[in-house]
């Protein structure tokens, strides 16, 4: 079956960094996304990673390691801003996605 | 219009009726979706359209029903709302099924 496995929820300190991680199982692969969705709120897109490696975006970066079924998003310098869920997602052969059921991130001062 | 708009924001229905969510998107983008979100369950695909006059079906399709009669418009259809349909709707829309979405604001629906 397809699966998507992320932390539940996670909390961490304004202006350190944090790591939030996504494991997945899908039928065949066509890239992972990453979403930022706050309380009440629709999700926006925060990265996409097809081929392995890493890809910064500002504050944020995403990797991705194919053979091991893995992603991170990384958030560095926390703003109280970023407490938010973020939703690990993976497309499969059919160009659907496969989304976790995201990780609760909460800041603290 | 700037993006992708659902209506209503939010509703509360008797078992038993029918309901159309609307959901209308000014980006030109081919795809559009239409997911369900759960508490602690992740969004679930209920049905998609790649192009106007196509549509298919996502990983739960019962209950509902779409149409795609122009690029524009995506409305979801409730035939007959039972407890089990209450949740929030979100709308969605990409360029090409490879690309990132854009969801509209969402529609929180209970059904009594």
């Known amino acids: 079956g397809q699966n998507i496995d992320q932390p539940t929820e996670m909390t961490a300190t304004e202006g350190a960094i944090v790591q939030i991680n996504c494991t997945y199982q899908t039928s065949g692969f066509n890239g992972l996304f990453w979403y930022q969705q706050h309380a009440g709120e629709a999700p926006t897109f925060l990265s996409y990673n097809v081929l392995d490696g890493l890809e910064e975006k500002g504050r944020f970066s995403s990797f991705l390691s194919r053979s091991k079924g893995y992603s991170y998003l990384l958030l560095k310098e926390l703003q109280m801003k970023d407490s938010a869920s973020y939703l690990c997602?993976?497309?499969?052969?059919?160009?659907?996605?496969?989304w976790g059921a995201g990780t609760k991130l909460i800041i603290k001062p | 219009i700037a993006g992708i708009t659902q209506a209503p924001t939010s509703q509360i229905l008797a078992a038993g009726r029918r309901m159309t969510l609307r959901c209308t998107q000014d980006?030109?983008?081919?795809?559009m979706y239409w997911y369900r979100q759960d508490l602690g369950l992740g969004l679930r695909l209920i049905h998609y359209?790649?192009?106007?006059?196509?549509?298919g079906k996502g990983e739960v399709p019962d209950g509902y029903s779409v149409s795609r009669a122009n690029t524009d418009d995506f409305p979801l259809t409730l035939a007959s709302a039972v407890p089990s349909q209450t949740s929030v709707y979100f709308c969605?829309?990409?360029?090409?099924?490879?690309?990132?979405?854009?969801f509209g604001p969402g529609t929180r629906l209970t059904v009594l």
């Open positions: 997602a993976a497309m499969d052969s059919n160009y659907q996605l496969i």
């Open positions: 969605a829309s990409s360029d090409g099924p490879a690309n990132e979405q854009f």
């Open positions: 359209s790649n192009t106007a006059g196509t549509t």
């Open positions: 980006m030109r983008h081919n795809a």
